[in-house]
């Protein structure tokens, strides 16, 4: 066991007495060079991106010359598709004031008073909803009687009227 234990020790020391050499090398390699590798790597790094931005300007004056001969060509749908959307942004602006100073159509009043009493009889989210769908039904039905009898008085009204001009046209 304490065989083990010793052959662990110099293991570790003389990993670092290594690391420690190799450290050692490198400070005096750093003080003797006088950063010649320092500066043979920067001028690396300065040439590389010279060259990207060299690539990047070409690059960048293709594209801007293929966009301009893709104006050249097709200037003229670019003009209608900039006047179409011209056009649908004050179409636009003008739908949506127009939707805004139209007022709120005015609920059509229940003429039947049955139906007015179960309507305020009744919760809107009652807990029955038989009864809710009753009470829709039987609002259904009471709007629906309710224009079949304004038509029949518009009716009514329009046949007098026209009875009327009848009479005048034969005096």
């Keep these: 066991m304490t065989d083990f234990k010793k052959l662990a020790e110099d293991a570790t020391a003389r990993a670092a007495l290594a690391a ?19 500066n043979a790597q920067g001028a690396e ?18 594209v801007i010359v293929g966009f301009i001969g893709l104006l050249l060509n097709y200037w003229y749908w670019f003009l209608a598709i900039g006047l179409l959307g011209i056009a649908g942004l004050y179409a636009r602006h003008r739908l949506r004031r127009r939707l805004a100073e139209k007022p ?12 007015k009493k179960r309507i305020a009889a009744s919760p809107v989210g009652s807990e029955n909803p038989s009864v809710d769908l009753e009470n829709a ?8 009687k309710a224009q ?24």
């Design 20 to 38: 420690g050499k190799d450290a050692a090398k490198r400070a005096v390699d750093g003080l003797l060079s006088e950063g010649s590798e320092a």
């Design 45 to 62: 790094a300065k040439k590389t991106r010279r060259w990207k931005l060299i690539a990047i300007s070409i690059f960048s004056v293709c």
């Design 148 to 171: 079949v009898e304004a038509r029949a008085v518009a009716e009514q009204e329009v046949d007098e009227e026209l009875a009327a001009m009848k009479a005048r046209l034969r005096k």
């Design 104 to 115: 709120a159509a005015p609920a059509t009043a229940v003429a039947d008073p049955i139906a």
């Design 137 to 144: 039904r039987a609002i259904a039905a009471a709007r629906s």
